[in-house]
């Protein structure tokens, strides 16, 4: 009896352990959910589930169905491969998505109910973008062209039969010749392209060498509506584009928008009649506003629709009745799905909790999408998981539909995170700002303190599930990161309040920030750290040029001289135009005061820096200029280079690992105990 008593209590002494911290290797179980494609009808859905493969170390995906009538799940595609992005067609009866099943990523299509699989593109290169047309016999896509070029010589001799020469040189002419995570660019366009629906040989349909994207398809499906931009210098006009409607059988072009400024993210009404499509007259400003319009595809009419919204439009979605459509915004640090009428401009809010597809520290993201019975689906955020797929149904409450990551973080504690408003110092405006606190936080205890700061800089953080933000709380540090003036979600002029000057006041945020938290009586404020990536890691080294607060600092992929950067890096024309009043031969002083570097000379903080050694958008050179800077000056400093790693670090599982357990191991360094 005693025996088949301790049995009993087994479980019930399990269940009541208390969870162990989120550790380095639980990286590698987490799952979300992405890119919910429901059907017209509103009777299934398929999502795309990524997780991390432990074998290959990179990230993988398939695709999942559920039917919205029982509830039930199952997989279309398994194994370690990408299958993802799935979209209907009109009729339901078939799914076109990517997938790399047999090497190269290709369009394949999926007859659901025979569940029969077709490759239906064998192209060189990946195809993008792509739309079923509304009578369902073609697919348009996307794809990169190589633009014929003639070398400059031709006088090179053959080698010999049997020789092993060096590669041939290679000559660059073009303004956008390199580009982050893709490497070195051979001359290409991006050109729309067609294939029937149940497979077959792939034809061009735009004819003119200009990047085209954003495919929509015109209601009898005889067109397709794009954007570009066919100036000769569009490589050195980084945001500038036009939407186009392009004959499918001819090719020809029709120049719909005219205007200094983007146009993008399109939509067509159900009624074949509006083409919404988001943008704003270009000011040449720091930070500017994405606004909804909408054109009269028979009058050739445009007009502002939510002019008066001071939030970021994207993701446009048209409603079923054709005089509504629904949106994703971000609203001080939360993703939202709004609905907008047409006719006049009022907005609401459907659901507030969008987002949870930012695998690393706690940016937005999410997407959703709208069956013609205005049910929605989307990827659902939280702070306590990665991204799940929910349902709204009219006013219904949002409900989660799947639960992704209950097997693996069930038994693992994951911190909340708690918001607070700091007044600012500098002007009084509100900074929002989170906490996360250590798993069995004592508040009569004193913790270390780490500030992560976003980058961007026009970006921004919320309470949303991050696996750095959890590894370092599970290192026994309070994490406090914050949405300093510069951020968006909060409007053109908070956004806006760094043009021209940055990082400057947003400096002064972030400390006040930290005050704010030490207030609070649990921070140790001998033991004071502070890491960014990016425009955080900008942040951070101007920090500690200017602070002697921090008892170490992690500079991540960070510009330290505005100068060199701004001649180095692939989004150049953007920063030269955009971030400052002109190029830096003009305004070197400005460059310069703006720099890291110049200030180097008051750095005393032990600084170390991390760099993925194949970053095109904030070069390793930069870090090395601060690295050799202090050592020249004595400070304790150390570079890490992450081999093959684009700006994006934690495209790999284990990157993501190594860059926060490096962080901590320079911490400790220097923690006092």
Known sequence: MRVVLILLLLPLIASAQVPRPFAPIDVFEL????????????????YTRNFFDKMSDKRRANLWEIDLKTGDQQPLTTGSRNDGAAQFSSDGQRIVYLSDANGSAQLHVRWLKSDRVAQVTRTEGSPSGYRFSPDGRQIAFLLRVPLKTKPLTEAMPSPPKGATWAEPVKVIDQALYRLDGAGYLDPASTQIFVVPADGGSARRVSQVDANFSGLVWSADSKSLFATANLDKDAALKPIES????????????????????????????????????????????????????????????????????????????????SRSVYFAFDDHGDGKIGRVELATGVVSTVASDLGGTAMGRPYGGGSFSVALNNTIAYTRSSDQRPADVALLRG???????????EDALNTVAIAPSRRISVKASTDGRAIDAWVVNPPQFDPS????????????PVANYGPRFAPEIQLYAAQGYVVVFANPRGSDSYGAEFGNAIHHDYPNKDFNDLMDVVDAVIGEGAIDERNLFITGGSGGGVLTAWAVAHSDRFRAAVVAKPVINWYSFVLTTDIYPL?????????????TTEYMERSPIHHVGKIKTPTMLITGDADLRTPIAQSEELYQALTLRGVDTLMVRIPGASHSINARPSNLIAQVLNTVAWFERYRVQ
């Open 242 to 321: 036009e939407i186009y409607r392009i004959d499918v059988l001819t090719g020809g072009l029709t120049q719909l928008s005219s205007r200094v400024g983007p146009d993008g993210d399109l939509a067509l009404s159900p009624d074949g009649r509006t083409l919404v499509y988001t943008g704003f007259d270009d000011k040449r400003q720091f930070y500017q506003v994405r606004v909804l319009y909408a054109l009269d595809l028979a009058s050739g009419k445009s007009r502002a629709v939510t002019a008066s919204f001071d939030r970021d439009v994207q993701q446009p979605v048209f409603g079923a009745d």
């Open 31 to 46: 799952e979300w959910a992405q890119d919910p494609e429901i059907s017209r009808d509103g009777s299934r859905l398929i």
């Open 445 to 456: 205890k004193k913790y270390p303190l780490l500030l992560e700061i976003h980058g961007g």
């Open 575 to 587: 920063v030269a135009d955009y971030w400052f009043p002109g190029p830096p031969w003009e305004h």
């Open 395 to 405: 006013r219904d409450k949002p409900r989660s539909l799947t639960a992704l990551n």
